[in-house]
T-cell receptor, first 115, second 116 residues
């Protein structure tokens, strides 16, 4: 069965510092990987995805993520954090076959950017 | 990007009543929509897959008679929580897949249901 692990419940970072939100996954075959952000009482917003190709994926709001097949990781990064980046971040994985109902979400990591 | 709208954002109802939540894809057609439930400090739990023109596919453990799903058109899916009880209080989120997209899902803003 596929799974997604986000090992940190919360990440605190000072404004202007680089941030990393960790994600590891387990899936059969080549994964489709996603990052979403959720603000309080809102739905999820798509940030970026990895399907194939370049391991470094750039997404919305200056975020990027690096696909590492050997480590089965897809960590989310940003060079300089903003207070407005404070939110809940979800990593998600989907197998290459099986449909979108097979998307599995991580438990989420709360990012707190401190002014 | 594609827009998915959910309504209402907040709803409070009495125990025993039914509540309908709408999910609309505003600028694309969605043959498939998904309904999730999110508990505090937890991830999304897929409840069912809503298929336009056919019956929804429910995940194991989700009561289909409790959570009625209707996908009557290519832009609208509805979730009706029937005979709601306090334990049904939760944050419900829908998502839709655009046929021409290359992998991502587009989510509604979510609906917070409180059953008194």
């Amino acid at each position: 069965a596929q799974s997604v692990a986000q090992p940190e419940d919360q990440v605190n970072v000072a404004e202007g510092n680089p941030l990393t939100v960790k994600c590891t996954y387990s899936v059969s075959g080549n994964p489709y990987l996603f990052w979403y952000v959720q603000y309080p009482n809102r739905g999820l917003q798509f940030l970026l995805k990895y399907i194939t190709g370049d391991n470094l994926v750039k997404g919305s709001y200056g975020f990027e993520a690096e696909f590492n097949k050997s480590q089965t990781s897809f960590h989310l990064k940003k060079p300089s954090a903003l207070v407005s980046d404070s939110a809940l971040y979800f990593c998600a994985v989907r197998p290459p076959s099986g449909g979108y109902q097979k998307v599995t979400f991580g438990i989420g990591t709360k990012l707190q950017v401190i002014p | 990007g594609a827009v998915v709208s959910q309504h209402p954002s907040w709803v409070i109802c009495k125990s025993g009543t039914s509540v309908k939540i709408e999910c609309r894809s505003l600028d694309f057609q969605a043959t498939t929509m998904f309904w999730y439930r999110q508990f505090p400090k937890q991830s999304l739990m897929l409840m069912a897959t809503s298929n336009e023109g056919s019956k929804a596919t429910y995940e194991q453990g989700v009561e289909k008679d409790k959570f009625l799903i209707n996908h009557a058109s290519l832009t609208l899916s509805t979730l009706t929580v029937t005979s709601a009880h306090p334990e049904d209080s939760s944050f419900y989120i829908c998502s839709a897949r655009r046929e021409t997209s290359t992998g991502e899902l587009f989510f509604g803003e979510g609906s917070r249901l409180t059953v008194l």
